[in-house]
T-cell receptor, first 113, second 110 residues
Framework: DAMVIQNPRYQVTQFGKPVTLSCSQT?????MYWYQQKSSQAPKLLFH???????NEADTPDNFQSRRPNTSFCFLDIRSPGLGDAAMYLC????????????FGSGTQLSVL | GNSVTQMEGPVTLSEEAFLTINCTYT??????LFWYVQYPGEGLQLLLK?????DKGSNKGFEATYRKETTSFHLEKGSVQVSDSAVYFC?????????FGAGTTVTVRA
């Protein structure tokens, strides 16, 4: 049974048209992450939530926002997608603590036309 | 923050060959170390981990030992199978952040 669920699996949007990607978890983990993975590259952390506390990475563009309305759900909002934002977006969760593993969803592949 | 240097691929092997993927890291603290695997068309899965020096993580015939003195966490498997074809990522973790290496694509031929 999937524990970190991302919808949709594939998302197509137009240049400049806002888009929202969603993630839900059944693990009741404190921490939720969003990673961006471009083709043949390593996943890059955009931001994470520790409970309700939002933590942005220093190099994450302002174009990327996130919301976490409750423990189970987390959203990635791209306000004005550019062609360079086409990528796989990975959601992950973990318990608090530096020794805990991350559980990843299957990802949403975003295309920008 | 942490950074990772991972052996570049792609790596192509025959079944039953020995596989090693080198990984070294730099860290300000004392990170936990992970190897994640990404099979074609799937998300990232934890392969193995080690949380302190000299710990050996193992799973599915893969092993990696936490070498603090050389800041390394090399992945090995003695006899690979076609089903091991995937992309492998070395990933140190500090307090909250898991940082990934560039990934090594492994293809195993029958």
């Amino acid at each position: 049974d999937a524990m970190v669920i991302q919808n949709p699996r594939y998302q197509v949007t137009q240049f400049g048209k806002p888009v929202t990607l969603s993630c839900s978890q059944t693990l009741n983990h404190n921490v939720m992450y969003w990673y961006q993975q471009k083709s043949s590259q390593a996943p890059k952390l955009l931001f994470h939530y520790y409970d309700k506390d939002f933590n942005n990475e220093a190099d994450t563009p302002d174009n990327f926002q996130s919301r976490r309305p409750n423990t189970s759900f987390c959203f990635l909002d791209i306000r004005s997608p550019g062609l360079g934002d086409a990528a796989m977006y990975l959601c992950a969760t973990s318990r608090a603590g530096g020794r805990e593993k991350l559980f990843f969803g299957s990802g949403t592949q975003l295309s920008v036309l | 923050g942490n950074s990772v240097t991972q052996m570049e691929g792609p790596v192509t092997l025959s079944e039953e060959a020995f596989l090693t993927i080198n990984c070294t890291y730099t860290a300000t603290g004392y990170p936990s170390l992970f190897w994640y695997v990404q099979y074609p068309g799937e998300g990232l899965q934890l392969l193995l981990k080690a949380t302190k020096a000299d710990d050996k993580g193992s799973n599915k015939g893969f092993e990696a030992t936490y070498r603090k003195e050389t800041t390394s966490f090399h992945l090995e498997k003695g006899s690979v199978q076609v089903s091991d074809s995937a992309v492998y990522f070395c990933a140190p973790r500090d307090d909250y952040k898991l940082s990934f290496g560039a990934g090594t694509t492994v293809t195993v031929r029958a």
